[in-house]
T-cell receptor, first 111, second 116 residues
Framework: DQQVKQNSPSLSVQEGRISILNCDYT??????FLWYKKYPAEGPTFLIS?????DKNEDGRFTVFLNKSAKHLSLHIVPSQPGDSAVYFC??????????FGQGTTLQVKP | SAVISQKPSRDICQRGTSLTIQCQVD?????MFWYRQQPGQSLTLIAT?????????ESGFVIDKFPISRPNLTFSTLTVSNMSPEDSSIYLC?????????????FGSGTQLSVL
């Protein structure tokens, strides 16, 4: 039972354009959502998060949008840079504090 | 942030053997976790390493297969026992500094395990 799903295994965008990574969840008890970025041979690093009381959180080039009614969140990166090429994981947590991760989306930003 | 040292970074092991992975944190942390990432899959929580007591395992993971130690607030080990090729994965140590449920996790660099 995959509670957090990233249905696109890969995404390719041109440098300077917007990257949009999507994530869906099924558990309505989730109240906190995070995005992690992972480079090869490194552990995931925290990127940005959002609480369920908000619908948007912005940090520089990165913005996360949350649509609770659709149980959907997305990460926007604009403008995209070649250094953004990595695997992006969506994660969600509820009152247990445990993080449930999606399968990841590999983003490739072409120069 | 927390600096997490995990070793070995990678290993190739024979079927039936065991491997112990170490995780060292540069400061005391309340919670330490072990995750597994199988090829093409998401990060799956194996267990919570509890200081001074037995680890708390998630569904599908058992102590005999993945014994965990946590002797203090900065160190933990995960052993993958009696390995089979299905255990080939990336194993990740992660920490949370305090008990707040929404605090983000910090991750080690991972151990890439291949079982022949």
């Amino acid at each position: 039972d995959q509670q957090v799903k990233q249905n696109s295994p890969s995404l390719s965008v041109q440098e300077g354009r917007i990257s949009i990574l999507n994530c869906d969840y099924t558990n309505s008890m989730f109240d906190y959502f995070l995005w992690y970025k992972k480079y090869p041979a490194e552990g995931p690093t925290f990127l940005i998060s959002i609480s369920s009381i908000k619908d948007k959180n912005e940090d520089g080039r990165f913005t996360v949008f949350l649509n609770k009614s659709a149980k959907h969140l997305s990460l926007h990166i604009v403008p995209s840079q070649p250094g953004d090429s990595a695997v992006y994981f969506c994660a969600a947590s509820g009152n247990t504090g445990k993080l449930i991760f999606g399968q990841g989306t590999t983003l490739q930003v072409k120069p | 942030s927390a600096v997490i040292s995990q070793k070995p970074s990678r290993d190739i092991c024979q079927r039936g053997t065991s491997l112990t992975i170490q995780c060292q944190v540069d400061s005391q942390v309340t919670m330490m976790f072990w995750y597994r990432q199988q090829p093409g899959q998401s990060l799956t929580l194996i267990a919570t390493a509890n200081q001074g007591s037995e680890a708390t395992y998630e569904s599908g993971f058992v102590i005999d297969k993945f014994p965990i130690s946590r002797p203090n607030l900065t160190f933990s080990t995960l052993t993958v026992s009696n390995m089979s090729p299905e255990d080939s994965s990336i194993y990740l140590c992660s920490v949370r500094r305090d008990i707040a449920t929404n605090e983000k996790l910090f991750f080690g660099s991972g151990t890439q395990l291949s079982v022949l």
